[in-house]
């Protein structure tokens, strides 16, 4: 660890230590919203070293590859927290902890980012290459196609409405084929989605994930073995974590559905947003939307349906079919992202109006 900056390592040492304490709180027996709280601070900062590992091994690799890299291993603390949760019976809470991710970035942090990158634009227009973002729109379509077919299915309560197991097996099959189609190319080409090749520069030399390349401050070995340990802790945080959320959520009288959708998405996805608004601020347009709009596409193509899969190994089995008033949001999500990035393009006010659709959706959950 000696190639660390000296606030690299502060932060390592702070993760450390909020995590210990998280541990402490769970082991002894400490009050729910205390527990409940320094487990959703430990899971973001695990979250960062994930991402802080990840970038350092990845700057031995293309920039396809670490894009790739950066956006799956990104997403350990969402997958973990959702593994947890179904085992543990919290379907509401598996189910609003990836579409949560998916609105989370999806609008909140896509809007800010345009907010930011706009204002810091000589026009106040925000410019972005259109491949990325309509690739990301391609696989969120298909998901959204499952996801709807199935909600008019249950709601009309046709023959096809009892087999909804069947149904998103068969899915999450397809998902999985049609994100792979589109992921090994990707990886092929040292050219990333939203780039234009033959370009020179530091957003070019990035991959998709937003990190440019530099020379690597740690060593392989020190890269693996920081990923695995902070892979090995957020999967201890993720189950405090859902250990502390039902007493918690009692205590505050918070619905579940908030808790998965705003707390557990903000908190798990806290690097790809933190890093967003950076590079935005940055005047890196493309790579600002390369972080959010890859780890979209990440979540909804590849995420959501590896957990679908996964769940019928556990005492709660996930599934597409979702409550109706989350279909109509990310349907009209897709749209929305679709209207404001697919041009290339995007001002300030176009940010505001998608962070107001997650604001309003967030407060449907305070509800629920």
């Known amino acids: 660890m000696r190639g660390l900056t000296r606030n690299e390592r502060t932060v390592l040492l702070v993760v450390a230590v909020v995590t210990a304490l998280a541990g402490a709180a769970n082991y002894g027996e400490w009050s729910a919203v205390p527990r409940f709280a320094i487990a959703t601070l ?14 350092q091994l990845g700057e031995r690799l293309g920039p396809a590859q670490t ?5 799956t291993l990104g997403n350990l603390p969402e997958l973990f927290v959702v593994i947890f949760a179904l085992q543990k019976g919290e379907l509401v809470v598996a189910q609003t902890a990836i579409v949560g991710s998916i609105f989370a970035n999806a609008l909140l942090v896509l809007g800010l980012v345009i907010v930011v ?9 925000m410019r ?21 077919l199935l909600g008019l299915s249950l709601g009309s309560h046709d023959p096809a409405s009892h087999h909804v197991k069947a149904i998103s097996i068969v899915g999450a099959i397809c998902l999985l084929f049609v994100y792979a189609m ?6 092929r080409d040292d050219t990333p989605p939203g780039v234009e090749p033959g370009r020179s520069g530091g957003d070019e030399r990035a991959a998709a994930g937003g990190a440019t390349r530099t020379e690597a401050r740690l060593t392989l070995r020190g890269s693996v073995v920081l990923l695995l340990v902070a892979g ?8 405090w974590f859902i250990e502390a959320l039902q007493p918690a959520i009692d205590i505050l009288n918070l619905s579940q559905a908030f808790a998965g959708l705003v707390i557990v998405a903000i908190a798990g996805n806290a690097v790809e947003h933190a890093a967003g608004l950076l590079l935005a601020h940055r005047r890196r347009s493309d790579l600002a939307i390369s972080v959010v709009k890859n780890s979209v596409a990440q979540i909804s193509a590849f995420l959501f349906p590896a957990l679908v899969l996964i769940s019928f190994a556990l005492s709660t089995t996930l599934t597409f079919a979702l409550a109706p008033v989350y279909i109509g949001a990310l349907a009209l999500t897709v749209l929305a992202v679709a209207q404001v990035t697919g041009d290339g393009e995007a001002a300030a006010f176009e940010g505001w109006a998608l962070v107001a659709l997650y604001v309003v959706l967030a407060t449907f959950t305070l509800f629920e």
Do not use: C, N
């Not at 894009?67 to 956006?71: D, I, K, P, R, V």
């Open 128 to 148: 972005f290459h259109k491949r990325l973002p309509r690739d990301t729109a391609t696989l969120m379509q298909v998901t959204v196609f499952i996801i709807v």
């Open 117 to 125: 990158g706009s204002r810091r634009a000589p026009d106040g227009v």
């Open 182 to 187: 589109w992921a090994v190319p990707y990886l």
């Open 42 to 55: 430990a899971l973001a900062g695990l979250a960062w070293v994930v991402s802080f590992a990840t970038e």
């Open 67 to 71: 894009g790739m890299l950066q956006a």
């Open 232 to 239: 090995v802790g957020a999967a201890f945080v993720s189950d």
